[in-house]
């Protein structure tokens, strides 16, 4: 079977309605050219590092602007429209970074919370505590959509291929990354991140990007990708602004990607087993 699916490339900003008049101007251009899957980058919503100003625009999800106006784009548009994640105030006062599908009716399908924070001191001098700020997932998702099994990841996730993995051994045939990478992490390992998850679990990769320089400061990489199972990349986008980058993904090539390399089947469960050196003067076992 094979589908036109499309991979949206944003520069959001602090403010949730000028992100959302973006949104929707972009996947009306992805629909207009046949795609009948859309993704977002990651927080779509607005990108805002000032912890207060996050909290001024923080909605529950069935008040949010950005989960509103995806499900009537999804409706109006006939497709299934998936928001790669946006920031959330959840019940328990604290902020989730979540995704979230809707179907062509407008339905919402399912969410998907960030389950691996972005914790870490770069050399150039960046810090980053998403666990500071964001209470993490804990459940992976498979939707089964009407032409492929979609599986869900986020951003940091694409560095704990064992997330990917589960989700290709419960049937997943295409993963979602939406994202928003830093320049200096971009730079050095997005595309090859992007094929080695492609390419180990026998499974097209999409992932859509924030890109450029934003209004609260952060740089994000861009160069939004679609990929094969073979690794092959099918569409990419630039490092700066705004793209909306499509592809006809033909899902035999699953199957065929996965009879080549079996890797999936031919895994052997092990123990690791730590050898000390002997005390001086003696021989190792």
Known sequence: MT????????????????????????????????A????????????????AGLQAILKPEEEDIVVRRAALLARDLGI??????????????????????????????????KIHMFDVDLDNGESWRESSVYAPGSTARVASLPFAKLGFAICYDVRFPELFKAEAQ???????????????TGEAHWETLLKARAIENGVFVIAA??????????????????????GRVLASAGGTGEDVITAEVDLSAVAAARA??????????????????????????
Not at 36 to 51: D, S
Not at 89 to 109: I, S, T
Not at 170 to 184: D, N
Not at 272 to 280: G, M, N, R, W
């Open 36 to 51: 009948v899957y859309v993704q977002t980058p990651e927080m779509t919503g607005a990108i805002q590092k000032n912890r």
């Open 3 to 34: 589908v036109k699916i499309a991979a949206i490339q944003m520069c959001s900003g602090v403010d949730p309605e000028k992100n959302v008049a973006t949104l929707a101007r972009l996947v009306e251009s992805a629909a207009a050219a046949g």
């Open 209 to 230: 990007a924030q890109a450029g320089l934003h209004e609260d400061g952060r740089e994000t990489f861009g160069h939004s990708m679609i990929i094969d199972p073979w």
């Open 170 to 184: 419960a049937g997943a045939e295409i993963i979602s990354l939406p994202a928003a990478f830093t320049r200096q």
């Open 260 to 285: 080549k390399i079996p890797n999936l089947k031919n895994g052997r469960p092990f123990t690791v087993e730590e050898i000390a050196l002997p005390a001086k003067g003696g021989v190792a076992a």
């Open 80 to 113: 299934f429209l998936h928001i790669g994640s946006t920031a959330i105030a959840r019940p328990d006062g604290k902020v989730a970074n979540r995704g979230f599908l809707f179907a062509p009716g407008g339905e919402r399908v399912c969410s998907y919370d």
